[in-house]
T-cell receptor, first 114, second 113 residues
Framework: GAVVSQHPSWVICKSGTSVKIECRSLDFQATTMFWYRQFPKQSLMLMATSNEGSKATYEQGVEKDKFLINHASLTLSTLTVTSAHPEDSSFYIC??????????FGPGTRLTVT | GNSVTQMEGPVTLSEEAFLTINCTYTATGYPSLFWYVQYPGEGLQLLLKATKADDKGSNKGFEATYRKETTSFHLEKGSVQVSDSAVYFCALREETSGSRLTFGEGTQLTVNP
């Protein structure tokens, strides 16, 4: 139980285009999901907290207009990287808050912007 | 604020060696403590946790004991395997922060046959 999926697992896009990453809780409902960014050989950096039916809460330094988060249902949150540039290339990981306030992590999405 | 400090990596061991990865924390209250493991190209998986002082979390041969007096949560395994090669993250969750996790820097472990 408590499985979280992400799609796509990897994506390559051209500079200036937008890319959407989906995060789904497959066997439980999650009113709260989190989006992290991980640089090579570094820890996870929390980007934002996504709450179903309301606006996401972004961490300091994260551009809201660049990283659009939508949490339209209890099982789906999306992260859209708008006008992507090579410096946005990274590993993006989501997690969903489950029973007992535990975070269950998705497998991650590798984004490469050329 | 809260913080987690892990021993610097990378750590390289031979198969069947004893493993210790140190983790210390700073928190204002009484946090829950976690170890997560990340295999290459994958997301994080919860390895073990402890929610109060003197609790011992264990899973897959790994153990960690919540030591309030030393504010530590060191990860140990008696005999590592090649399949244990991964990045290990120590993390805490403060009661007052709701569900937010604070992660350490991560420690890369490589086990050679």
């Amino acid at each position: 139980g408590a499985v979280v999926s992400q799609h796509p697992s990897w994506v390559i896009c051209k500079s200036g285009t937008s890319v959407k990453i989906e995060c789904r809780s497959l066997d439980f409902q999650a009113t709260t999901m989190f989006w992290y960014r991980q640089f090579p050989k570094q820890s996870l950096m929390l980007m934002a907290t996504s709450n179903e039916g309301s606006k996401a809460t972004y961490e300091q330094g994260v551009e809201k207009d660049k990283f659009l988060i939508n949490h339209a249902s209890l099982t789906l949150s999306t992260l859209t990287v708008t006008s992507a540039h090579p410096e946005d290339s990274s590993f993006y990981i989501c997690s969903a808050l489950g029973w007992g306030y535990e975070q269950y992590f998705g497998p991650g999405t590798r984004l490469t912007v050329t | 604020g809260n913080s987690v400090t892990q021993m610097e990596g990378p750590v390289t061991l031979s198969e069947e060696a004893f493993l210790t990865i140190n983790c210390t924390y700073t928190a204002t209250g009484y946090p829950s403590l976690f170890w997560y493991v990340q295999y290459p190209g994958e997301g994080l998986q919860l390895l073990l946790k402890a929610t109060k002082a003197d609790d011992k979390g264990s899973n897959k041969g790994f153990e960690a004991t919540y030591r309030k007096e030393t504010t530590s949560f060191h990860l140990e395994k008696g005999s590592v395997q090649v399949s244990d090669s991964a990045v290990y993250f120590c993390a805490l969750r403060e009661e007052t922060s709701g569900s937010r996790l604070t992660f350490g820097e991560g420690t890369q472990l490589t086990v050679n046959p």
